[in-house]
């Protein structure tokens, strides 16, 4: 069993930045594949980022390509997303996941496992 717990999140302008941070429990977090994904009102949730064991891996949404970076840090147990040039319509609840597999990335939300509570990033215009 993981337990990923998000934080970070904020009410932030346009243009600017936040880091979101995903910390998770277990003694093999190196072992798990990890993801970011978004939802907001109505919607379904959206991949945004992925990233391997390593880190030699990582998938963006193509919209965030270039703005927001994937990283982990596997001996604190912990994955980021540094979100920069922010704009109103990346507004929604972020949520970090992980599954078992340490070589791939997933972007899709059923292959992954494991979902931590969500948390609010609110860009404003």
């Known amino acids: 069993q993981v337990q990923l717990v998000e934080s970070g999140g904020g009410l932030v302008q346009a243009g600017g930045s936040l880091r979101l941070s995903c910390a998770a429990s277990?003694?093999?977090?190196?072992?798990?594949?990890m993801g970011w994904f978004r939802q907001t009102p109505g919607k379904e949730r959206e991949f945004v980022a992925a990233?391997?064991?390593?880190?030699?891996?990582?998938y963006y949404l193509d919209s965030v390509k270039g703005r927001f970076t994937i990283s982990r840090d596997n001996a604190k147990n912990a994955v980021y997303l540094q979100m920069n040039s922010l704009k109103p319509e990346d507004t929604a609840v972020y949520y970090c996941?992980?599954?078992?597999?340490?070589?791939?990335?997933?972007?899709?939300?059923?292959?992954?496992?494991?979902w931590g509570q969500g948390t609010q990033v609110t860009v404003s215009s």
């Open positions: 277990g003694r093999t977090f190196s072992s798990y594949a």
């Open positions: 990233i391997n064991w390593s880190g030699t891996k990582t």
């Open positions: 996941a992980s599954r078992w597999d340490p070589n791939s990335v997933y972007y899709t939300r059923i292959e992954y496992v494991y």
